[in-house]
C-alpha cells in the first residue's frame, strides 16, 4: 500500500464581491436583430459551438468554439452568426467586478481561449442548471460555482479582478439605455421611461443626456438607424418594411431621418453597401 498527504497552501487573494446576476444560454441563426448594446454590469461571453464576429464600437473580432470575450460595464457590443457556423453561446451577468490584464489598469475588453474547454464549459452548465432548476441552495450554489469560475479565468488568463463602485443614478440612466437598446422597435416615450425609473421626466432626460451625450429620443432614433443600416445592407426588406422594424412611424420619417444623418437616402445607402457575403 502506497500513501502520500498532500497540504494546501493559502492563496493571498481578496474577496472577489462578485455576484451572480443572470445567465443565459442562447443560439444564433441570424433569425434576430444583432445590435449594439451596454449594460451596467460586467458579462462573460462564452461560445460552447459555432463561429462568429464579436463586433464594439469601433472593433470586429472572429470568435469560435472555446473562445471567451469578458465585457466591460457600458461597453457598447453585439454578436453575429456566420452563415453555415450558428453560434451557440452562454452569457453571464456579473455584478461588482470586472477585469484588467496583470500589467495594465484599465478595464477593457477581454479576448480569450480555453484549448481544453470542458471544465470550463462544464462550470456554465451546472449554474444554468442550478437557476433553472432552483433546488434546496441553488443561489448559494451558483455563487460558488461562479467564484470557481472566476478564479479559473483569472488563473489561466493572468488577469487581475477589480471592483466596481456603481452608482444608482448611472443605473438608472443605464437601465433606460438597455431598455432602448432591446426595445427600439416599440412606440416609445418620454413617460415609457419614466415609468421604467420612477424618477421625474425632465430629470431623467437631462440625467441621460450628461450620461450618453444624446437625449433619449435622440439616442433612440441613433439605435433604429443602426438597426436599419443593417437590415438594408443584409437583407432584401422593402423600405417600407425596414422602417416599421427599425420601429420608425412612417416610411417618409424614416428616409427624412435617414437622409438628415447620412446624407443619403436609404435606397442609395443600400446600393453603397450592399453585402452579398452574409
Same mark, same amino acid.
Do not use: R
Given at each position: 500500500m502506497s500513501h502520500r498527504n498532500y497540504t494546501i497552501k493559502d492563496t493571498d487573494l481578496q474577496k472577489l464581491n462578485a455576484r451572480l446576476l443572470s445567465i443565459s444560454f442562447s443560439k444564433d441563426e441570424k433569425d434576430w436583430k444583432s445590435v449594439l448594446h451596454t449594460h451596467y454590469f460586467t458579462e462573460l461571453f462564452y461560445v460552447v459551438n459555432g463561429k462568429g464576429r464579436f463586433l464594439f464600437r469601433d472593433e470586429v473580432h472572429s470568435i469560435k468554439s472555446g473562445d471567451l470575450v469578458i465585457i466591460p460595464p457600458y461597453v457598447e457590443h453585439t454578436e453575429q452568426s456566420i452563415r453555415g457556423y450558428s453560434l451557440e453561446y452562454y452569457v453571464i451577468g456579473i455584478d461588482g467586478i470586472t477585469f484588467h490584464p496583470e500589467n495594465d489598469q484599465t478595464c477593457v475588453q477581454v479576448f480569450c481561449n480555453f484549448q481544453e474547454k470542458t471544465l $470550463?464549459?462544464? &462550470? +456554465? %452548465? /451546472? @449554474? &444554468?442548471?442550478? %437557476? *433553472?432548476? /432552483? /433546488? +434546496?441552495?441553488?443561489?448559494? $450554489?451558483? /455563487? *460558488? &460555482?461562479?467564484? $470557481? &469560475? @472566476?478564479l479559473r479565468i483569472i488563473r489561466s488568463q493572468r488577469l487581475v479582478p477589480a471592483p466596481i463602485q456603481s452608482v444608482r443614478m448611472t443605473k438608472e440612466c443605464a437601465h433606460i439605455k438597455e431598455y432602448l437598446d432591446n426595445n427600439y422597435s416599440e412606440h416609445i416615450t418620454l413617460d415609457t421611461l419614466t415609468s421604467l425609473t420612477h424618477m421625474n421626466k425632465y430629470y431623467m432626460a437631462h440625467s441621460f443626456t450628461k450620461y450618453t451625450g444624446l437625449s433619449p429620443i435622440q439616442y433612440l432614433n441613433q439605435r433604429r438607424l443602426e438597426a436599419a443600416c443593417t437590415l438594408l445592407k443584409d437583407t432584401d426588406h422593402s423600405i417600407s418594411d425596414i422602417a416599421s422594424s427599425a420601429g420608425f412611424s412612417s416610411q417618409s420619417y424614416f428616409t427624412q431621418i435617414f437622409r438628415k444623418n447620412f446624407g443619403i437616402t436609404p435606397i442609395k445607402y443600400r446600393q453603397e453597401h450592399n453585402n452579398t457575403t452574409i
Open positions: $470550463i464549459t462544464d &462550470l +456554465f %452548465v /451546472q @449554474i &444554468l442548471h442550478e %437557476v *433553472k432548476n /432552483q /433546488q +434546496f441552495a441553488s443561489d448559494t $450554489i451558483c /455563487q *460558488k &460555482l461562479l467564484e $470557481i &469560475l @472566476i
